[in-house]
C-alpha cells in the first residue's frame, strides 16, 4: 500500500513539475516576443519621428517665410535643394489648390490633366480633416522608382493663422522594409497593417 501512495505521490510530483516547466517554456516565449514586437514597434515608431520631423521643419521654415513660394521656379528650387540633402525623400510638395499652381514640387512636376484636382487626393483630404492637421498615407509603390513610399502631410499656417497650404513628403520605405525583412526567422515575422487591415 505504500509503494502505491509513493508512486502516486512521485506522479503527482512529476506532473506538477512537468506543468511549471511548460508554463515557464511558455511564458519566457511569450516575453521574448513581446520584447521582439517591442524593439520593432520601437524601430517603426522612431522611423516615423524622424521623417515627422523632417516634414515638420520644412513646414516651419515654409510658415515663417510664405514668400518663399509665391515664385514658382524659385519654390521649385528651394524644395529641391532641401530634398537633396536627405535620400529617403522621394518628393516634397507644397499643395494649395487656391493658387495657380495648386502643387509646387521638388522636381517640377505639374499635372496636365485639367480633371486633376489636389484637394481630391486621399493624402489631401486625409490631412485637411484629421483633428492635428498632419496625416500618413498607407505604404503604396512608386511606379516611377520601384521603390515602396509612404506619404507625410501637415497643415502649414502663416503667423496670423492663414492658410498657407498642405505640405507633403513622399518617403521611401525601404529602411524601414529591410528592418521588418530582418525580422523573419523560422518562428514569425513583422508586417506592416494599415487603418484598412
Known sequence: YSRIGLISVLILAMVFAFGICLTTTISWGDTKMNREIDA???????????????????????????????????????????????????????????????????????????????????WYIETEQSEDGFSVSSPYYDAQTGLYCVTLAQMVYGEHGDFLGIFAIDFYIDKLTEVLGESYNKDGYAFFVDKNG
Open 40 to 122: 520593432y514597434e520601437h524601430q517603426v515608431a522612431m522611423w516615423i519621428e524622424r521623417q515627422k520631423s523632417i516634414l515638420g521643419m520644412f513646414a516651419n521654415i515654409i510658415s515663417e517665410n510664405p514668400k518663399i513660394m509665391d515664385d514658382y521656379p524659385s519654390a521649385v528650387k528651394f524644395l529641391d535643394d532641401l530634398a537633396k540633402n536627405y535620400p529617403e525623400i522621394s518628393v516634397c510638395y507644397m499643395a494649395n489648390p487656391y493658387k495657380e499652381h495648386s502643387v509646387i514640387m521638388n522636381n517640377g512636376w505639374e499635372s496636365t490633366d485639367p480633371n486633376w484636382h489636389v484637394d481630391k487626393r486621399p
